[in-house]
């Protein structure tokens, strides 16, 4: 990885958009762009300065397509280096032209992560935020995101160097102990010592809680369809996903497997599972298949009631069983358009926001029932909270490897008497601990290590 080299890379989604958007980081950034793009003012690129976003025209063909630049001086800028980022039409035959230009121009293509990578080698950030930008670019909902902000803006990093700085300040005691051992100066108590360590232990314990959290609210909510066999669960199953996986047939009890599905909702994802209709089983194997259609309702963030609104209304309070439920009046185009306008009056006066009246055949209700997932979901702690870091296993291990350590010396501590004893022994724990902690966050790590790190990126990150 050259850091001399211009780079360049496309950094929007690939395939066509409204808009693209073009990077370039090195110290020639400006010029090479200067060769694709015309500001409108007539100013030139390489007597620009940073922090400015100018609008022009492209260069490439005689068209003189619009398009606007924002430009970034070294070394306020996210790789410490010259970036100049084009926007433009997101077409690809437009993005691939200017891309061509560039590269004739002098610029390199960037490898994966290499943005990333030279933030990282001038010192923009430490490798616990690499992480963090790795982990919002494979972000799924808005909790995952919040996790991996807190983890790129530094939560990790700020409990890992204040516990690094204390235990650096109580080692110089402890060794101090060590040097004068023979004289009588009281350089830290046991006491002293087991109280502070006591505040590092509780630091890292809360950073490796906020990245249990973050493990237990990313993964993805479940949303199970229950209800009578026939109601229509799979139908729904299938239009809600897009997917045609779930087989579904006039006879009861076709569904025996449990099926999941991601379903993309406006903000956030949710997987949507279609179990088996519960009612009385006919045969072992539709047994079997309710005892797994209870256990995937057991574990459900929000469970779906579907019944046949063609067969008449469900009794009690439109047979919701518990507070984190929806009904669904499936099979409504069946329904004559007096009965249809019944149903949703009386949809409408009950707890109007938990009952929608669909059509899995006609696709009616169906955009309602989505936002009422989202909505059902969105009180879920894990979209609010931003007590989360996205934690990898590395940070994981680290932590851990870290608290135990100053455990080990917390326990020395408290088997001395008045003053310390075993100061060998607490040194050599509270450096095991700093060095876990230095890996966490540490600027010095082997190449081989950081090229595995930036391989996890895509190109143009
Ligand atoms: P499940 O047992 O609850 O999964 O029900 P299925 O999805 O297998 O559907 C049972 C039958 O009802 C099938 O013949 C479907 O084609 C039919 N069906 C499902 N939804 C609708 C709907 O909204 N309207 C109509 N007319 N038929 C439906």
Redesign the pocket.
Known sequence: MNLEDTIVAVSSPPGSAVRGIIRLSGARAFEIAEGVFAASDGRRLPDCGGGLHLDGTLRIADAGLPASVALFRRPRSYTGQDIVEIHLLGAPGVVGLTMESLLGGGARRAEAGEFTARAYLAGMMDIAQVHGVAAMIAARSDGQLQAAENLLHGALSRAANGAREELADLLSLVEGALDFADEPIEFITPDQLRERLGSVRESLQGAADAGLRAERWGRLPRVVLT???????????NRLTGMDR?????V????RDVLSAPLQLRHSECLLI?AA?TGEATSDVEARAQDAARRESANADLLIE?Y?ASRGRPSGRGGLSAASSLCVA?????LASGGLAELREWAGNSSSDTICV?????GEGCERLRRMIEDGLGDRPMDRNDATIALMAEHREGLQGAIAAVEGAIAIASASGDSLENADLVALELRTAADALGLLVGQDLADDLLGRIFARFCVGK
């Open positions: 209800g009578a066999p026939n109601a229509g669960k799979s139908s729904l199953f779930a087989i579904c047939t006039p009861a009890g076709t569904t279609d209709g579907v046949d499936n099979k409504s185009d069946l669909t059509s899995a055949l006609t």
